[in-house]
């Protein structure tokens, strides 16, 4: 009978844990990409730059809501909160600013970078230094890439560095 018991316990907590990082999920991606899909409905218009418009709710929720979800885990990791929607809202106003300056400079940069990108592809046929830059600018944007996945973590874990003396450390995790 004990071990039904424990067994019983077993399932019903991972599917609690389960539960919770579906509900995260969603809503973290849910209202950043909502826009994306409304604009799919309006594929006829003609001016792109309504695209590049639907883009702006991503930058400013999809990394402060990332960071909010990870201390959300965090959190229920640690003490075994009950809530999802209070803590998740709580942490999202609290790491906010923090976080959209990050993701504000996040999007600059690869922004800046997917040019270099672009630019060193089209002028590949020019000679050598083109092919040279277009694989460096390339590695630089995988080594960006691989460094933002892991701010928000360095965010939440990490409270009281600031994310500019932590950046070395995300250097050295993103591998």
């Not at 960071?67 to 909160?81: F, L, P, T």
């Not at 790491?95 to 996040?106: E, M, P």
Request: with cysteine; hydrophobic share 55%.
């Amino acid at each position: 009978m004990k071990t039904s018991q424990v067994i019983k316990d077993k399932i019903l907590g991972f599917l609690d844990y389960l539960f919770r990082l579906v509900m995260i999920n969603v809503l973290i991606i849910v209202p950043s990409f909502s826009f994306i899909f409304i604009y799919s409905c309006f594929k006829n218009i003609e001016n792109d730059i309504w695209l590049y418009m639907t883009l702006i709710p991503v930058i400013f929720y999809l990394f402060p809501s990332m960071i909010a979800g990870y201390a959300c885990i965090k959190m229920y990791e640690d003490n075994g909160s009950t809530g999802i929607f209070k803590e998740f809202f709580q942490f999202f106003k609290k790491f906010y600013v923090k976080s959209l300056l990050i993701s504000l400079v996040v999007s600059i940069a690869f922004i800046l970078l997917c040019n270099s990108v672009l630019y060193f592809y089209q002028q590949m046929s020019y000679g050598i230094i083109n092919v040279i830059g277009f694989f460096i600018s390339l590695s630089v944007i995988l080594i960006a890439l691989f460094m933002t996945i892991h701010i928000p973590l360095s965010i939440v874990y990490f409270e009281a560095n600031s994310t500019i003396s932590s950046a070395p450390f995300i250097y050295l995790i993103s591998y």
